[in-house]
């Protein structure tokens, strides 16, 4: 294998073996603590801009496949494990993890201890970094680091949003039972695509919601236009804050429809509420969080991709926390108090995760029924 390095913004080298892709690219270092699910991670959109670590120490056992696209191709960066395994050994399996980042020139480095490298993310945070195979002048890679740009104050959002609506009308992939009935509800749903996850999609769409999807500069008069029973606003990469189009949209669709947000959607609102945002220092990543849900009492085990969260204190007194991560204590989910509005950090779509939380689409569909005129 060819060699690859890794350097980091504060200095610090990681060296190891490249696969995947061959080249240059820079990106904010995260890591994943999810066991499983690689494929679905770096073909999440809120990945864009970012370089992954696998905290699991062996990676590509399983293979690739087209049922497991969260998108239409791969949005993470970079991929950084400790082993690769070349040899895949699953039935659904269609060609390697290597080729799979070949074909989208995705760069990948094995060898590298990964348990240090997440170790100093934690201690440090989530910082630049550069990953090369091709240049290995510490002094020109740490140049190059430097210069690269970071995630905050970029909109991230318009390299992953669709460029014209369309609509979804799959509710499976090749893992659902075809003895699962779609419902007959036939709720009119429209998606802003901040980053939207495929699964996502299918959720809507599997309770029989009739879902279009829209740009993330989709006007709200546009939006109102179409006259949904529900908005619903997606998951994306990076800072909420930029996004200044998508929180005015937001802004003046609250009262108007029953809306429901996931993640970024989550943090969109709380800007349009008031509230306001801040960087985590390593995020959220993985497929282990613990929430806890005020309504029921109940610890659900989440799925989470994020490195923002909503302030607490911002929030008004028409706002109500509904859910709390147990590891941090950062807000998982909030409702108002006044309008058909909820949302929440985490990912109840899972792919990769537990699905604890998929009754939160239910959720959205008994809130456009109370709403429906």
């Not at 909109?155 to 014209?164: I, N, Q, Y």
């Not at 909420?240 to 809306?259: C, F, M, S, V």
């Not at 993640?263 to 008031?274: D, E, R, V």
């Not at 779509?349 to 689409?361: K, T, V």
Request: net charge negative; glycine share 10%.
């Amino acid at each position: 294998m060819k060699k690859a390095i890794l350097i980091l913004e504060d200095g610090t080298v990681f060296k190891g073996e490249n696969f995947g892709a061959s080249g240059e690219v820079s990106g904010e270092i995260v890591f994943n603590t999810s066991m499983t699910g690689y494929q679905e991670i770096i073909t999440d959109p809120s990945y864009n801009g970012q370089i992954v670590v696998m905290t699991y120490p062996e990676i590509g056992n399983y293979g690739t496949n087209s049922s497991d696209l969260e998108s239409i191709h791969p949005f993470a960066r970079g991929l950084i494990v400790r082993e690769y395994w070349p040899i895949p050994s699953n039935w659904r399996s269609q060609k390697t993890l290597d080729s799979f980042l070949r074909d989208h020139n995705i760069i990948g480095i094995q060898g590298v201890d990964t348990r240090e490298l997440t170790t100093k993310i934690r201690q440090d945070g989530a910082q630049k970094s550069y990953l090369s195979t091709e240049d290995f002048d510490i002094d020109s890679l740490r140049n190059k680091v430097l210069s690269s740009p970071g995630i905050v104050g970029m909109d991230l959002v318009s390299e992953v949003s669709c460029g014209k609506p369309f609509k979804w009308n799959d509710s499976s992939g090749d893992w659902v039972s075809e003895s699962r009935k779609r419902p007959d509800t036939n709720y009119r749903v429209v998606a802003y695509d901040y980053g939207i996850k495929s699964n996502i999609m299918r959720r809507l769409y599997g309770l029989g919601c009739d879902l279009t999807v829209v740009p993330a500069s989709t006007s709200a008069d546009e939006i109102l236009s179409m006259d949904p029973d529900g908005i619903f606003l997606s998951n994306g990469p990076g800072d909420p804050e930029p996004l200044t189009y998508a929180i005015d949209n937001i802004r003046k669709l609250i009262g108007k429809k029953p809306i429901f947000g996931i993640c970024l959607g989550h943090q969109i609102i709380s800007l349009a509420l008031g509230g306001k945002t801040f960087k985590l220092k390593f995020g959220h990543r993985g497929g282990n969080q613990p929430v806890k849900n005020f309504k029921t009492g109940k610890v659900e085990i989440t799925s989470q991709n994020h490195g923002f969260a909503v302030a607490p204190d911002s929030l008004g007194k028409d706002v109500e926390i509904t859910h709390l991560n147990l590891n941090d204590d950062t807000v998982e989910g909030l409702r108002h108090k006044e309008y058909p509005l909820f949302s929440v950090q985490y990912h109840p779509e899972s792919s990769p995760g537990p699905h604890d939380s998929a009754y939160l689409f239910e959720d959205f569909i008994e809130l456009m029924k109370e709403n429906k005129s």
